[in-house]
Antibody, heavy 128, light 110 residues
Framework: QVTLKESGPVLVKPTETLTLTCTVSGFSLSNARMGVSWIRQPPGKALEWLAH???????SYSTSLKSRLTISKDTSESQVVLTMTNMDPVDTATYHC????????????????????WGQGFLVTVSS | QSALTQPPSASGSPGQSVTISCTGA?????????VSWYQQYPGKAPKLMIY???QRPSGVPDRFSGSKSGNTASLTVSGLQAEDEADYYC??????????FGGGTKLTVL
């Protein structure tokens, strides 16, 4: 049974750095075909893709947020970590991690990126 | 990396068919056969309904189908059921290993 669960601080202050952890089970982060993305959703708004870590440890980031994001993984702990610097109230959102099959050195070929399992989401509020 | 354009709302009566569009550009939807669709109930995580434009994961009813023409992808729900009432989001590969989502469509079953 594949599961993903997000954890982190529920409240951060403006300008602080957010660190979120996604703990996975039911699959291995060292699997040659499984990566993990972070996706967020402000209250009442649309989904926004943030970052992805491929099975070969390559990383990709949203163009608009790239300067603020870092994604990494600890395969021994089955965890994927996202850090976002310089938090602002507009970053208030539910943050999801989601599994995405990939082709390691070939990116998301041949089926493209899709997210087959999602965490329940974790609401982060940015406020002083 | 602009969000894909979806109609804010769509509706249909039980048993009818409804189609939700997702318009992008040649740099995303039009450039790759890498569109996926997600169903989301309030307060819940999204669920994958379609990937690679028209592929259906196991367990997704065949009432859900996907297609693409040019820069516009579409999700069609046939034989509408009350349980189909939810938000639907499209997503596309946008080059350089990036992903873009649509603005979402609220589907109402009348």
């Amino acid at each position: 049974q594949v599961t993903l669960k997000e954890s982190g601080p529920v409240l951060v202050k403006p300008t602080e750095t957010l660190t979120l952890t996604c703990t996975v089970s039911g699959f291995s982060l060292s699997n040659a075909r499984m990566g993990v993305s972070w996706i967020r959703q402000p209250p009442g708004k649309a989904l926004e893709w943030l970052a992805h870590i491929f099975s070969n440890d390559a990383k990709s980031y949203s163009t608009s947020l790239k300067s603020r994001l870092t994604i990494s993984k600890d395969t021994s702990e089955s965890q994927v970590v996202l850090t976002m610097t310089n938090m602002d109230p507009v970053d208030t959102a539910t943050y999801h991690c989601a599994r995405s099959p990939d082709a390691a050195g070939n990116g998301w070929y041949p089926e493209g990126p899709y997210f087959d399992y999602w965490g329940q989401g974790f609401l982060v509020t940015v406020s002083s | 990396q602009s969000a894909l354009t979806q109609p804010p709302s769509a509706s249909g009566s039980p048993g009818q068919s409804v189609t939700i569009s997702c318009t992008g550009a040649s740099s995303d939807v039009g450039g790759y056969n890498y569109v996926s669709w997600y169903q989301q109930y309030p307060g819940k995580a999204p669920k994958l309904m379609i990937y690679a434009v028209s592929q259906r994961p196991s367990g997704v009813p065949d009432r859900f189908s996907g297609s693409k023409s040019g820069n516009t992808a579409s999700l069609t729900v046939s034989g509408l059921q009350a349980e189909d009432e939810a938000d639907y989001y499209c997503s596309s590969y946008a080059g350089s290993n990036t992903v873009v989502f649509g603005g979402g469509t609220k589907l109402t079953v009348l």
